[in-house]
């Protein structure tokens, strides 16, 4: 069986002008045979497959090209994808969309005809009267009662809308409008009776767009010639137009769910049959999902808050030894004396406070004679120090660096201040020259950006040049238009004050008017 299917669907693809976009396709064409052998397993049946179940593969395919390879087969966890929706899409059909032939489904379709009826009443009237002439009884056939009118014209209509209807437009259509109904359908695949309208108001609709070729037809084979050769021209934005005109009401009141949302939020793991071996998540609500949503927050509320309270109770402890005196820090300036921690342990409380308030004090004698030190070198520097004949150093940076605050003793720490020795003549010149040749190259480099180089510079001078000029025809156009004549030299500036407001306003409401012009005339252009 799988060979003949196999066989089956090269056919189609070959022979059917709605396939042509998956012909030569090696991915499309492995998944359109793995999806239809297993749902031929899945009705365990000895009889081969029909036509319209070949045909309704197409559209699942189609919304999976993305992910297909043009040389390679398809990946595992696609074909699963893909056989769970079409499987559970054949499940769901309407009856009048089974030609299984029993009387449940017989009677679907004749609700479902008399229902597309009802809708070509309230959409166009005349396409109701062309099907009615074209599903006229033959001369040799006698029907007198209006019941057996009625009935004869729902079985020839029948024969023109179920080809259509079983297949679900797919080779009736282009792609595209094709895709669309299936869209619109799938909105609502679990309530019967928006499929019920869903489908009859496009069978209407195609009836109505079709009416002006419809009309010379005098039998329902003609009628489903015309369909299956024009069908194809319709394009989407016909549907939609027809749509939102006279059914768009309906479809929404049929998509509500209590009042709450217009179009209610599909739960895909619950359209499918689960196939798959993979574990499939539960179906949410709301009110679960925002109570998951609550706890979550909680839980990390409660984290945080341990850890706050933990880094607080470690800073308490610091905070106690460090006020009782049993922590105090290691100051290890003196490398030729380490003092490592297992040492201090070994030692008791009394002998380690002992020895490190000997140790500071020995830093701090050490920390003098080096403070003490340094303030002899400095005198000598200050004494040596020449009088200041050139620019210094910190003159030069004062012109270009903000001075810094002034040192302040801090935690009784006295700040002394670095002296800046002064500069000689040929160091203050290198310093000017290297200035300068900084200040020349960012001068050569600004002037490059904002004036270009080359020919960059000759069109964007000829750019420049050309707007001047038109500001200034802009300019003298305003004038006229606002004065009536071209303004002096000094004729603006002698208005009062008040005037030149309102009239600066006016140029300037013309200008950019005149500017707005110039753009569209150049974009027409």
Known sequence: MNAEISEKCQQIIDCQPAFQEIKGHKGAFYLMT????????CKRSRSTLTDNEYFLTLPFILTSMQSLSMKEQPSSKLVVSLVEEYVSFMGLRPGF?????????????????????ENLKHVDKKSLEIIR???????????TTKEGKRKHLLEDFSAVICPVIRCMFVGFLNVESMLYIWDQYM??????????????????????????????????????RVIQTQGPKLQTHQFQYQIKKYFVDKFKKLLKEKDEDVFPVLDPTQAWSHWNREVIPDRTTSVDRRRARDLRL????????????????????????????????YLQLDSSKPASRSQHNNESPLNQLENERRDRIETERKLQAEINML????????????????????????????PAPANTPQDGIVQYPIPIHSIVDDEA?????????MIKKVHISTH???????????????????????????????????????????????????????????????IQELIEEDHERQERR
Not at 34 to 41: C, E, R
Not at 429 to 437: C, G
Not at 483 to 510: C, R, W
Request: charged share 30%; proline share 2%.
């Open 34 to 41: 793995s999806v239809l052998s297993y749902y031929h397993a």
């Open 298 to 329: 909680a839980d990390r509320q409660r984290v945080l808050e341990e850890e706050r309270e933990q880094w607080e109770k470690i800073i308490a402890e610091e905070e106690s030894k460090r006020k009782t005196g049993g922590y105090l820090p």
């Open 133 to 143: 002439e074209a599903c006229q009884p033959p001369e040799d056939m006698i029907i």
């Open 429 to 437: 010149e290198e310093v000017k020259n290297i200035l300068t040749e």
């Open 375 to 402: 303030r002899e070198e400095l005198r000598a520097a200050r004494r040596e120090q020449r009088p200041l004949t050139t620019l210094s150093l910190e003159t030069v940076v004062s012109r270009y660096i903000m």
């Open 97 to 117: 969309m089974d030609d299984s032939g029993t009387d449940e489904d017989k009677e679907s379709l004749q609700e479902f005809v008399s229902k597309v009826i």
């Open 448 to 510: 490059k950006v904002a004036h270009g180089a080359g020919r960059a510079r000759s069109n964007l001078d000829k750019e420049t040049l050309r707007f001047i000029n038109l500001h200034k025809e802009h300019l003298k156009k305003a004038e006229m238009k606002v004065f009536g004549h071209y303004l002096g030299s000094n004729e603006f500036d002698s208005l009062p004050s008040s005037q030149k407001e309102i009239k600066s306003a006016e140029l300037m409401t013309v």
């Open 187 to 224: 909105m609502g695949v679990h309530n019967c009776q928006y499929k019920m309208e869903c489908l009859s108001a496009y069978v209407a609709i195609v009836i109505k767009l079709l009416s002006h070729h419809l009309k010379d037809c005098q039998s329902s084979t003609a009628m489903q």
